[in-house]
């Protein structure tokens, strides 16, 4: 059974720095690109950033670009999310997703996600 749990939320002020943390099991996690994913209240689900099986490449969002750094440790079975200089548009519940069988990095795609993490950002 395929399970992905996130952790590390939380309110932060404005420019301040967080790190989100998502334990995988159930699949073997080296096998699969991941990406980090968000919705804030009312928008659409927003892809965040990616990175691919042995953590070599990762691509962001222009948005947050610059500002995080995804990676991962495939001994740990876990995928993280470096968030730094955060805006209040940042506010959103961050899910990690594995990659679906058809996705690319140009139109990702996600067969699994977590329920979330709230990352809130105060102004």
């Known amino acids: 059974q395929v399970r992905l749990e996130e952790s590390g939320g939380g309110l932060v002020q404005t420019g301040g720095s967080q790190r989100l943390s998502c334990v995988a099991s159930g699949f073997t996690f080296s096998s699969h690109r991941m990406y980090w994913v968000r919705q804030a209240p009312g928008k659409d689900v927003e892809w965040v950033a990616g990175?691919?099986?042995?953590?070599?490449?990762?691509y962001y969002a222009d948005s947050v670009k610059g500002r995080f750094t995804i990676s991962r440790d495939n001994a740990k079975n876990t995928l993280y999310l470096q968030m730094n200089s955060l805006k209040p548009e940042d506010t959103a519940l961050y899910s990690c997703?594995?990659?679906?069988?058809?996705?690319?990095?140009?139109?990702?795609?996600?067969?699994?996600w977590g329920p979330g993490t709230q990352v809130t950002v105060s102004s």
């Open positions: 997703a594995r990659a679906g069988p058809h996705s690319t990095w140009d139109y990702p795609s996600y067969n699994y």
């Open positions: 990175i691919d099986t042995d953590g070599s490449t990762s």
